[in-house]
């Protein structure tokens, strides 16, 4: 079995923009950071997998998506909010790491956070 071919940078970064639906041809910070967490999840998951060859190409595209659009909500987050500006229930911040871990877990098994 040839081991499988994972999406580029590239194609990570636009798959990760429509889904936190981004416009890359813009000069916005936003599509500036979107390709910086398409290239920490792509890190992530090179880690994560290491020399595993048995994760399905959807199955790490979709721990990609995961990983890279927590990375992106992050900004917003509750230390990133304006005190004034700041809504009454403060937004949860969490490993954004762990929706990624059951997808990946049937392949390589349990990870250590």
């Known amino acids: 079995m040839a081991a499988p ?17 981004v416009k890359l041809d813009d000069t ?10 398409a290239a920490e ?15 399905p190409v959807p199955a790490y595209e979709r721990a990609a998506l995961e990983v890279g659009s927590q990375l992106f909500r992050r900004r917003n987050s509750w230390s990133n909010i304006d005190p004034m500006e700041a809504p009454a229930v403060p937004p949860v911040r969490s490993n954004p790491y762990t929706a990624a871990y059951p997808i990946l877990a049937p392949y390589i098994g349990p990870v250590m956070a």
């Not at 590239?10 to 936190?20: C, I, P, S």
């Not at 916005?28 to 967490?37: G, H, I, K, P, R």
């Open 28 to 37: 916005s910070a936003d599509a500036e950071y979107v390709e910086q967490c």
């Open 5 to 21: 071919v994972y999406p580029d940078l590239d194609e990570l970064t636009k798959q990760l923009a429509r889904y936190v639906d």
């Open 41 to 55: 999840a792509q890190q992530w998951l090179t880690d994560t997998i290491g020399t595993a060859e048995n994760v």
